[in-house]
Protein backbone atom coordinates (compact mmCIF):
# COMPACT_ATOMS: atom_id res chain seq x y z
CA UNK A 1 0.00 0.00 0.00
CA UNK A 2 1.27 3.59 -0.93
CA UNK A 3 2.32 5.51 2.39
CA UNK A 4 3.35 8.88 1.76
CA UNK A 5 4.53 11.57 3.73
CA UNK A 6 4.14 15.40 2.96
CA UNK A 7 7.20 17.62 3.46
CA UNK A 8 8.02 18.68 6.64
CA UNK A 9 8.47 22.04 8.83
CA UNK A 10 11.31 22.02 11.20
CA UNK A 11 10.93 23.10 14.52
CA UNK A 12 13.11 26.53 16.18
CA UNK A 13 14.99 24.41 19.20
CA UNK A 14 14.78 20.93 17.91
CA UNK A 15 17.98 19.83 16.41
CA UNK A 16 18.05 15.89 15.23
CA UNK A 17 21.18 13.88 13.69
CA UNK A 18 22.03 10.55 12.41
CA UNK A 19 25.22 7.77 12.12
CA UNK A 20 25.58 4.85 11.22
CA UNK A 21 26.56 2.57 14.09
CA UNK A 22 26.29 -0.92 12.77
CA UNK A 23 24.08 -2.12 15.13
CA UNK A 24 22.34 -4.33 13.28
CA UNK A 25 21.93 -3.09 9.93
CA UNK A 26 24.73 -2.21 7.26
CA UNK A 27 25.20 0.79 5.23
CA UNK A 28 22.50 2.65 6.82
CA UNK A 29 21.31 4.99 9.35
CA UNK A 30 20.63 3.49 12.82
CA UNK A 31 21.40 5.68 15.80
CA UNK A 32 19.81 9.08 15.94
CA UNK A 33 20.18 12.12 18.62
CA UNK A 34 17.62 14.54 19.44
CA UNK A 35 18.90 17.91 20.76
CA UNK A 36 16.48 20.54 22.32
CA UNK A 37 16.30 24.05 23.47
CA UNK A 38 17.23 24.72 27.10
CA UNK A 39 14.27 25.29 28.84
CA UNK A 40 12.24 23.24 26.68
CA UNK A 41 9.06 20.83 28.62
CA UNK A 42 8.87 17.18 27.68
CA UNK A 43 5.92 14.72 28.13
CA UNK A 44 5.64 11.27 27.25
CA UNK A 45 4.05 8.15 27.49
CA UNK A 46 5.23 4.26 27.60
CA UNK A 47 4.59 0.93 26.85
CA UNK A 48 2.28 -0.95 29.50
CA UNK A 49 3.86 -4.20 28.47
CA UNK A 50 5.18 -5.67 31.76
CA UNK A 51 7.91 -6.87 30.28
CA UNK A 52 8.86 -3.49 29.29
CA UNK A 53 12.48 -3.06 28.04
CA UNK A 54 15.47 -1.52 29.57
CA UNK A 55 15.89 2.18 27.48
CA UNK A 56 11.79 2.31 28.77
CA UNK A 57 12.45 1.84 32.27
CA UNK A 58 15.79 4.41 32.06
CA UNK A 59 13.71 6.89 30.28
CA UNK A 60 10.40 6.85 32.76
CA UNK A 61 13.30 7.44 35.76
CA UNK A 62 15.17 10.02 34.05
CA UNK A 63 12.29 11.89 33.32
CA UNK A 64 11.52 12.04 37.03
CA UNK A 65 14.26 13.85 38.26
CA UNK A 66 14.69 16.27 35.36
CA UNK A 67 13.71 17.54 31.94
CA UNK A 68 15.84 16.08 29.43
CA UNK A 69 18.01 18.00 26.86
CA UNK A 70 18.63 14.98 25.21
CA UNK A 71 16.91 12.12 23.38
CA UNK A 72 18.70 8.95 22.18
CA UNK A 73 17.50 6.26 19.70
CA UNK A 74 18.51 3.01 18.05
CA UNK A 75 17.07 0.89 16.11
CA UNK A 76 18.21 -2.87 15.16
CA UNK A 77 18.17 -3.69 18.93
CA UNK A 78 15.40 -3.48 21.55
CA UNK A 79 17.61 -4.10 24.24
CA UNK A 80 14.36 -5.89 26.17
CA UNK A 81 14.35 -9.18 27.72
CA UNK A 82 18.37 -7.83 28.50
CA UNK A 83 17.74 -8.18 32.66
CA UNK A 84 20.06 -6.11 34.70
CA UNK A 85 23.03 -6.12 31.91
CA UNK A 86 20.26 -4.17 29.65
CA UNK A 87 19.52 -1.86 32.51
CA UNK A 88 24.12 -0.92 32.82
CA UNK A 89 23.56 -0.72 28.45
CA UNK A 90 21.04 1.56 28.57
CA UNK A 91 22.31 3.87 31.34
CA UNK A 92 25.95 3.47 29.71
CA UNK A 93 24.89 5.05 26.35
CA UNK A 94 23.12 8.16 27.99
CA UNK A 95 26.76 8.52 29.73
CA UNK A 96 28.40 8.53 26.35
CA UNK A 97 26.55 11.43 25.38
CA UNK A 98 26.58 13.04 28.26
CA UNK A 99 30.29 12.84 28.17
CA UNK A 100 30.99 14.33 24.50
CA UNK A 101 27.68 17.05 25.73
CA UNK A 102 28.60 17.71 29.05
CA UNK A 103 25.21 17.40 30.40
CA UNK A 104 24.25 15.01 33.36
CA UNK A 105 23.20 11.43 32.47
CA UNK A 106 19.69 11.64 33.37
CA UNK A 107 18.83 14.43 31.12
CA UNK A 108 19.17 12.06 28.22
CA UNK A 109 16.03 10.04 27.65
CA UNK A 110 17.26 6.56 25.61
CA UNK A 111 15.22 4.34 23.22
CA UNK A 112 15.23 1.62 21.10
CA UNK A 113 14.00 -0.55 18.47
CA UNK A 114 14.32 -3.91 16.84
CA UNK A 115 15.37 -7.69 17.99
CA UNK A 116 14.15 -8.55 21.39
CA UNK A 117 16.56 -10.35 23.87
CA UNK A 118 20.06 -9.46 22.16
CA UNK A 119 22.56 -7.39 24.15
CA UNK A 120 22.93 -3.43 22.69
CA UNK A 121 26.49 -3.20 21.60
CA UNK A 122 26.68 0.01 23.23
CA UNK A 123 30.70 0.40 22.05
CA UNK A 124 29.22 0.48 18.67
CA UNK A 125 26.91 3.21 19.52
CA UNK A 126 29.29 5.63 21.22
CA UNK A 127 31.60 5.08 18.45
CA UNK A 128 29.33 6.49 15.98
CA UNK A 129 28.12 9.27 18.55
CA UNK A 130 30.21 12.05 17.52
CA UNK A 131 29.04 11.41 13.85
CA UNK A 132 25.71 11.95 15.07
CA UNK A 133 26.52 14.96 16.66
CA UNK A 134 28.23 16.89 14.02
CA UNK A 135 24.91 16.01 11.78
CA UNK A 136 22.92 18.02 14.48
CA UNK A 137 20.53 20.54 12.21
CA UNK A 138 16.97 21.28 12.68
CA UNK A 139 16.46 20.14 9.02
CA UNK A 140 17.71 16.57 10.23
CA UNK A 141 14.03 15.27 10.51
CA UNK A 142 13.83 12.95 7.38
CA UNK A 143 17.15 11.20 8.10
CA UNK A 144 16.14 10.34 11.63
CA UNK A 145 12.99 9.22 10.42
CA UNK A 146 14.83 6.79 8.24
CA UNK A 147 17.12 5.61 11.04
CA UNK A 148 14.34 4.56 13.01
CA UNK A 149 12.89 2.48 10.99
CA UNK A 150 13.09 -1.65 11.11
CA UNK A 151 10.29 -3.34 8.68
CA UNK A 152 9.05 0.16 7.94
CA UNK A 153 9.22 0.62 4.54
CA UNK A 154 8.85 4.47 4.37
CA UNK A 155 9.86 6.57 7.20
CA UNK A 156 6.72 8.65 8.47
CA UNK A 157 6.81 12.33 8.97
CA UNK A 158 4.40 14.92 9.23
CA UNK A 159 3.95 18.59 10.15
CA UNK A 160 1.56 21.45 10.94
CA UNK A 161 1.51 25.07 11.56
CA UNK A 162 -0.82 26.89 13.24
CA UNK A 163 -1.92 30.65 13.06
CA UNK A 164 -2.23 32.59 16.26
CA UNK A 165 -2.57 36.44 17.22
CA UNK A 166 -0.69 37.07 13.91
CA UNK A 167 2.06 34.76 15.15
CA UNK A 168 2.29 31.10 14.41
CA UNK A 169 3.53 28.05 15.39
CA UNK A 170 4.64 24.44 14.40
CA UNK A 171 3.74 21.03 14.96
CA UNK A 172 6.38 18.35 13.49
CA UNK A 173 6.25 14.71 13.95
CA UNK A 174 7.75 11.41 13.08
CA UNK A 175 7.43 7.90 13.73
CA UNK A 176 8.32 4.30 13.17
CA UNK A 177 6.20 1.12 13.35
CA UNK A 178 5.23 -1.66 10.90
CA UNK A 179 4.83 -4.58 12.64
CA UNK A 180 4.32 -5.79 16.62
CA UNK A 181 1.16 -3.56 16.57
CA UNK A 182 -1.17 -2.56 19.37
CA UNK A 183 0.14 0.25 21.63
CA UNK A 184 -2.17 0.04 24.82
CA UNK A 185 -0.45 3.80 25.42
CA UNK A 186 1.24 5.53 22.16
CA UNK A 187 2.90 3.65 19.72
CA UNK A 188 6.09 1.95 19.16
CA UNK A 189 8.25 4.96 18.38
CA UNK A 190 7.02 8.49 18.12
CA UNK A 191 8.12 11.70 18.53
CA UNK A 192 6.67 15.14 17.84
CA UNK A 193 7.66 18.50 18.62
CA UNK A 194 6.00 22.18 18.68
CA UNK A 195 7.92 25.62 19.03
CA UNK A 196 4.99 26.62 21.67
CA UNK A 197 6.55 27.30 25.19
CA UNK A 198 3.62 24.86 27.42
CA UNK A 199 3.79 24.06 30.82
CA UNK A 200 4.61 20.49 31.52
CA UNK A 201 1.57 19.48 33.04
CA UNK A 202 -0.63 20.65 30.15
CA UNK A 203 2.00 19.16 27.81
CA UNK A 204 1.49 15.93 29.15
CA UNK A 205 -2.36 16.20 29.26
CA UNK A 206 -2.13 17.11 25.36
CA UNK A 207 -0.12 14.27 24.71
CA UNK A 208 -2.87 11.96 26.87
CA UNK A 209 -5.51 13.69 24.38
CA UNK A 210 -3.99 13.04 21.24
CA UNK A 211 -2.79 9.60 21.58
CA UNK A 212 -6.23 7.91 22.68
CA UNK A 213 -7.73 8.55 19.20
CA UNK A 214 -4.76 7.75 17.26
CA UNK A 215 -2.31 5.48 18.55
CA UNK A 216 -4.31 4.04 21.08
CA UNK A 217 -6.83 3.10 18.65
CA UNK A 218 -4.69 0.97 16.07
CA UNK A 219 -3.78 -2.41 15.33
CA UNK A 220 -1.69 -4.44 13.05
CA UNK A 221 -1.66 -7.72 14.18
CA UNK A 222 -2.59 -7.32 18.43
CA UNK A 223 1.32 -7.46 20.04
CA UNK A 224 2.01 -4.91 22.03
CA UNK A 225 5.59 -4.00 21.66
CA UNK A 226 8.01 -4.24 24.92
CA UNK A 227 9.10 -0.58 23.65
CA UNK A 228 6.79 1.29 22.68
CA UNK A 229 7.16 5.26 23.52
CA UNK A 230 5.53 8.37 22.80
CA UNK A 231 7.48 11.73 23.61
CA UNK A 232 6.31 15.40 22.65
CA UNK A 233 8.40 18.28 23.62
CA UNK A 234 7.81 22.01 23.12
CA UNK A 235 10.75 24.05 23.12
CA UNK A 236 9.45 27.81 23.60
CA UNK A 237 11.28 29.36 20.57
CA UNK A 238 7.59 30.56 18.32
CA UNK A 239 7.64 33.56 19.78
CA UNK A 240 3.91 33.52 20.47
CA UNK A 241 2.67 33.83 24.37
CA UNK A 242 3.33 30.88 26.66
CA UNK A 243 0.30 28.19 27.34
CA UNK A 244 -0.67 27.98 30.99
CA UNK A 245 -4.22 27.11 31.25
CA UNK A 246 -5.82 24.68 29.48
CA UNK A 247 -8.95 26.55 28.71
CA UNK A 248 -6.61 29.28 26.44
CA UNK A 249 -7.51 29.07 23.03
CA UNK A 250 -3.60 28.98 22.47
CA UNK A 251 -3.41 25.16 24.01
CA UNK A 252 -6.82 24.30 22.02
CA UNK A 253 -5.08 25.29 18.69
CA UNK A 254 -1.71 23.28 20.09
CA UNK A 255 -3.66 19.83 20.80
CA UNK A 256 -6.02 20.31 17.87
CA UNK A 257 -2.28 20.34 15.91
CA UNK A 258 -1.17 17.65 17.60
CA UNK A 259 -3.88 14.87 17.51
CA UNK A 260 -3.73 15.69 14.24
CA UNK A 261 -0.29 14.75 13.63
CA UNK A 262 -0.34 12.17 15.77
CA UNK A 263 -3.63 10.72 13.59
CA UNK A 264 -1.68 11.04 10.38
CA UNK A 265 1.43 9.30 11.93
CA UNK A 266 -0.78 6.59 13.31
CA UNK A 267 -2.78 5.61 10.13
CA UNK A 268 0.75 6.10 8.30
CA UNK A 269 1.61 3.01 10.55
CA UNK A 270 -1.67 0.91 9.62
CA UNK A 271 -1.05 1.64 5.77
CA UNK A 272 2.42 0.24 6.44
CA UNK A 273 1.70 -2.15 8.58
CA UNK A 274 3.96 -5.42 7.52
CA UNK A 275 2.41 -6.86 3.88
CA UNK A 276 0.04 -4.24 4.20
CA UNK A 277 -2.25 -3.66 1.36
CA UNK A 278 -5.90 -2.29 3.13
CA UNK A 279 -6.10 0.38 5.75
CA UNK A 280 -9.21 -0.71 7.45
CA UNK A 281 -11.55 1.40 10.01
CA UNK A 282 -13.63 -0.60 12.21
CA UNK A 283 -16.45 1.75 13.50
CA UNK A 284 -18.66 0.87 16.35
CA UNK A 285 -21.76 2.79 17.35
CA UNK A 286 -24.40 2.85 20.02
CA UNK A 287 -22.76 0.87 22.48
CA UNK A 288 -23.39 0.96 26.08
CA UNK A 289 -19.67 2.54 26.73
CA UNK A 290 -16.93 3.40 24.83
CA UNK A 291 -15.21 0.35 26.60
CA UNK A 292 -17.84 -2.39 25.03
CA UNK A 293 -17.33 -0.12 21.46
CA UNK A 294 -13.84 -0.50 21.49
CA UNK A 295 -13.87 -4.39 22.49
CA UNK A 296 -16.38 -5.47 19.48
CA UNK A 297 -13.94 -3.22 17.19
CA UNK A 298 -10.71 -4.64 18.33
CA UNK A 299 -12.56 -8.23 18.13
CA UNK A 300 -13.15 -7.80 14.59
CA UNK A 301 -9.80 -6.04 13.85
CA UNK A 302 -7.27 -9.24 15.44
CA UNK A 303 -9.63 -12.21 13.78
CA UNK A 304 -7.51 -13.63 11.33
CA UNK A 305 -10.58 -14.61 9.69
CA UNK A 306 -11.61 -11.48 8.77
CA UNK A 307 -7.98 -9.99 8.31
CA UNK A 308 -7.67 -12.80 5.35
CA UNK A 309 -10.37 -12.28 3.64
CA UNK A 310 -9.68 -8.40 3.44
CA UNK A 311 -6.42 -9.14 1.92
CA UNK A 312 -8.41 -11.83 -0.86
CA UNK A 313 -11.00 -8.83 -0.92
CA UNK A 314 -13.66 -11.15 -0.18
CA UNK A 315 -17.15 -9.83 1.21
CA UNK A 316 -16.80 -12.64 3.78
CA UNK A 317 -19.71 -10.64 5.80
CA UNK A 318 -19.83 -13.42 7.97
CA UNK A 319 -17.18 -13.77 9.71
CA UNK A 320 -17.36 -10.24 10.93
CA UNK A 321 -20.75 -11.17 11.97
CA UNK A 322 -18.97 -13.93 14.09
CA UNK A 323 -16.49 -11.93 15.45
CA UNK A 324 -19.13 -9.47 16.83
CA UNK A 325 -20.71 -12.66 18.20
CA UNK A 326 -18.23 -14.01 20.16
CA UNK A 327 -17.23 -10.36 21.47
CA UNK A 328 -17.27 -9.92 24.71
CA UNK A 329 -20.95 -7.74 25.08
CA UNK A 330 -23.67 -9.11 27.47
CA UNK A 331 -26.98 -9.58 26.80
CA UNK A 332 -26.33 -8.65 22.76
CA UNK A 333 -29.36 -8.65 20.87
CA UNK A 334 -28.89 -9.63 17.63
CA UNK A 335 -32.19 -8.26 16.06
CA UNK A 336 -31.23 -4.89 16.67
CA UNK A 337 -27.48 -5.15 15.61
CA UNK A 338 -26.64 -3.47 12.19
CA UNK A 339 -23.50 -4.76 9.73
CA UNK A 340 -22.31 -2.49 7.08
CA UNK A 341 -19.20 -2.51 4.36
CA UNK A 342 -18.95 1.02 3.27
CA UNK A 343 -22.58 2.55 3.06
CA UNK A 344 -23.86 -1.03 1.77
CA UNK A 345 -25.74 -2.26 4.32
CA UNK A 346 -25.34 -6.52 4.77
CA UNK A 347 -27.08 -7.52 8.29
CA UNK A 348 -30.32 -5.95 9.89
CA UNK A 349 -32.80 -7.53 11.82
CA UNK A 350 -30.77 -10.59 12.96
CA UNK A 351 -29.84 -11.86 9.12
CA UNK A 352 -28.74 -10.48 5.81
CA UNK A 353 -30.28 -7.52 4.84
CA UNK A 354 -33.13 -7.88 1.94
CA UNK A 355 -31.31 -5.27 -0.52
CA UNK A 356 -27.45 -6.84 -0.11
CA UNK A 357 -26.03 -8.00 -3.30
CA UNK A 358 -22.53 -9.82 -3.14
CA UNK A 359 -21.83 -7.33 -6.03
CA UNK A 360 -22.31 -4.48 -3.51
CA UNK A 361 -19.97 -5.78 -1.58
CA UNK A 362 -17.27 -6.56 -3.41
CA UNK A 363 -17.24 -3.41 -4.53
CA UNK A 364 -16.55 -2.11 -1.44
CA UNK A 365 -13.68 -4.76 -0.52
CA UNK A 366 -11.86 -4.19 -3.96
CA UNK A 367 -10.57 -0.93 -2.78
CA UNK A 368 -7.69 0.06 -0.98
CA UNK A 369 -9.34 1.74 2.09
CA UNK A 370 -12.28 -0.15 4.27
CA UNK A 371 -15.16 0.59 6.14
CA UNK A 372 -16.81 -1.81 8.18
CA UNK A 373 -19.45 -0.20 10.48
CA UNK A 374 -21.61 -2.19 13.35
CA UNK A 375 -24.20 -0.19 14.84
CA UNK A 376 -25.14 -2.70 17.79
CA UNK A 377 -28.25 -0.62 18.92
CA UNK A 378 -27.61 -0.43 22.52
CA UNK A 379 -26.62 2.70 23.88
CA UNK A 380 -24.64 6.23 22.50
CA UNK A 381 -21.07 5.05 22.92
CA UNK A 382 -18.79 4.49 19.81
CA UNK A 383 -15.14 3.93 19.30
CA UNK A 384 -13.19 3.31 16.06
CA UNK A 385 -10.03 1.25 15.30
CA UNK A 386 -7.89 1.02 12.38
CA UNK A 387 -5.96 -2.11 10.99
CA UNK A 388 -5.12 -3.46 7.73
CA UNK A 389 -5.50 -6.91 6.51
CA UNK A 390 -3.33 -9.91 7.11
CA UNK A 391 -1.30 -10.93 3.68
CA UNK A 392 1.21 -13.65 3.18
CA UNK A 393 3.91 -11.63 3.15
CA UNK A 394 3.29 -10.25 6.86
CA UNK A 395 4.14 -14.53 7.25
CA UNK A 396 7.21 -14.07 5.08
CA UNK A 397 8.42 -10.81 6.61
CA UNK A 398 8.18 -12.30 10.64
CA UNK A 399 9.44 -15.48 9.79
CA UNK A 400 12.44 -14.11 8.18
CA UNK A 401 12.79 -11.21 10.92
CA UNK A 402 15.96 -12.55 12.34
CA UNK A 403 17.20 -14.40 9.64
Given at each position: ?T????AF?PVA?V??????????YR??RD??V?????G?????V?T?N???A???I????H????Q????L?N??N????T????LR?A????R??A??????VD??????T???????PVER???A?PE?L?????NGW????????????V????S????Y??G???????A?G?GM?R?????M??YVA???A??NTL?Q?????A?A??????????????ND???L?A?G?S?CA??H?AE?E????L?????????DL?L?I?????????L??????NA?????A???AYT??HS????????????????????VG???????????VEL????????????????Y??A???????A?????????G?G?????V??C???S??V??NAE???
Amino acid sequence: MTVQSPAFIPVAGVRLGSAAAGIRYRDRRDLVVVELAAGSTCAAVFTRNQFCAAPVIVARDHLTRCQPQFLLINSGNANAGTGDQGLRGAIESCRSLAVLRGCQVDQILPFSTGVIGERLPVERLALALPEALSSLNENGWLDAARAIMTTDTVPKLFSRRMEYAGGQFTVTGMAKGSGMIRPDMATMLAYVATDLAVDNTLLQQCLQRAVAPSFNSITVDGDTSTNDACVLFATGKSGCARVHEAEDELYRLLCEAVESVCMDLALAIVRDGEGATKLVSVAVENALSPAEAREVAYTIAHSPLVKTALFASDPNWGRILAAVGRSDVPDLQINRVELWLGDVCIVNGGGKSEGYTEAAGQAVMDAEEILIRVVLGRGTASATVYTCDLSSEYVRINAEYRS
